[in-house]
């Protein structure tokens, strides 16, 4: 098993920063649960579906999606087991639940998110 806990959500005015991070812990976590499987962020605005915004692969490039290029960054801390999102020049579109999500071992797992919020 694997709990993932998000946290750094909050509001902020558009043209701001902020940076989310994702702690892992559990059975299954491993010392270095991102850097050695698939990891994502994820985001769910009110009233849509949850979309995929970035991710990272075990020695592999990440990638995203087209509208936060440039913008966001995806990282991981293996010794602290921690994965981030420092997101820059935010927009008021990017308001949203974000989730991270990790698949381990064909399982995939989510946190419970964390709550972004752009004004204009």
């Known amino acids: 098993q694997v709990q993932l806990v998000e946290s750094g959500g909050g509001l902020v005015q558009a043209g701001g920063s902020l940076r989310l991070s994702c702690g892992a812990s559990g059975t299954a976590s491993s010392p270095n649960v991102f850097t050695a499987n698939t990891a994502k962020w994820y985001r769910q605005a009110p009233g849509k579906q949850r979309e995929w915004v970035a991710l990272m692969t075990p020695h592999g490039p990440t990638n995203y999606q087209e509208s936060v290029k440039g913008r966001f960054t995806i990282s991981a801390d293996s010794t602290s087991n921690t994965m981030y999102l420092q997101m820059n020049n935010l927009k008021p579109e990017d308001t949203a639940i974000y989730y991270c999500?990790?698949?381990?071992?064909?399982?995939?797992?989510w946190g419970p998110g964390t709550q972004v919020s752009v004004s204009s």
């Open positions: 999500n990790v698949e381990v071992d064909m399982k995939s797992y």
